[in-house]
């Protein structure tokens, strides 16, 4: 599991979309087995409303694919990732439709395949169909065909890259466009200061402003594999991890007000519970404070013995 989501997480972040093969189902028809597959392998394709994937050459309805997307946008069915949605929130990518023609990439293989699923083709009219093509959309132009053509784009990924590198950003840039805190990876954060108590809250910051929504988005993509009542809960504590003064004085006022139980503390430390031993020793220490008490004689009137 920890390497599936770190996979898919991956494609996520470069890319804005994830898929995998379901192979297995389980008793309530949800997906048991989820293969993951190479985005360079993969082609979304809406025609007249319907919704197809081609993966390696075989196309697949939507009960059979897992996709999950991030930075969507309306009308689109595939996500965004992060670069490509900071180019659009800025304003300079050239549309939206461009990116969905560009969605994911691959630097080994050409931009984009362009296919007659009517008949076969020559290669003087293979020329000058890509010449038509290619002159269209320089100009921003229309592209008119017949309902044999396929468009497949296969390169976004080295776009995003491409724009990068024209537009001159620095890491604080590239950093934020990922929702990543500069100070966190030592890029300089000029003209801003920013101080914290301790490790704790910059951690609770983090995950609250940056990582918060990505967190809930994953957790409810795979609570979409369980059966009701039950969901995925990520756990986050580890990123909540204090300074031991602190993490001491947080579990004290658990004990104190009763929502933790000591044994429950220790447990935390990857402790074992007190032995009999060990609660005879604190009392021979410090006195036994838990002791019932003791009248010596006559109890008190309204007490009763």
Avoid at 188 to 216: C, D, E, H, K, W
């Amino acid at each position: 599991m920890i390497e599936w989501l770190y996979s898919s997480q991956m494609d996520l972040d470069r890319a804005g979309n994830c898929f995998g093969l379901i192979t297995a189902v389980d008793g309530f028809g949800l997906p048991a087995r989820i293969e993951l597959v190479p985005l360079c392998d993969v082609t979304v394709r809406v025609r007249k409303g319907v919704l197809k994937y081609l993966i390696a050459g075989k196309e697949y309805d939507p009960s059979e694919v897992w996709h999950e997307k991030q930075y969507t946008l309306p009308g689109m069915p595939v996500g965004l990732s992060p670069v490509a949605y900071a180019a659009l929130s800025i304003g300079e990518y050239l549309s939206i439709q461009e990116f969905a023609l560009d969605w994911f990439g691959n630097g080994s293989v050409p931009a984009a395949h362009l296919k007659n699923t009517g008949r076969t083709i020559t290669p003087e009219f293979a020329d000058e169909t890509k010449r038509r093509f290619k002159a269209s959309i320089a100009n921003n132009d229309l592209f008119v065909t017949g309902s044999d053509w396929e468009y497949n784009p296969i390169q976004a990924e080295a776009a995003g890259a491409e724009w990068i590198e024209a537009k001159r950003f620095g890491i604080g840039d590239v950093a934020r466009f990922f929702d990543t805190p500069g100070d966190l990876i030592d890029a300089m954060v000029s003209g801003s200061s920013v101080t914290y108590a301790n490790i704790s809250q910059r951690n609770l910051q983090f995950l609250i402003m940056n990582l918060g929504p990505a967190v809930v988005r994953r957790e409810d993509a795979l609570t979409s594999l369980t059966p009701q009542p039950r969901f995925v809960k990520l756990n986050t504590d580890a990123l909540l991890r204090m300074d031991p003064q602190t993490r001491a004085a947080t579990v004290k006022t658990q004990i104190d007000s009763r929502v933790l139980a000591p044994s429950e503390a220790r447990e935390l430390d990857d402790r074992a519970p007190f032995t009999e031993s060990q609660l005879a020793e604190f009392d021979r220490l410090f006195g036994n404070k838990n002791a019932a008490p003791s009248f010596g004689g006559a109890a008190p009137s309204g007490v009763m013995t």
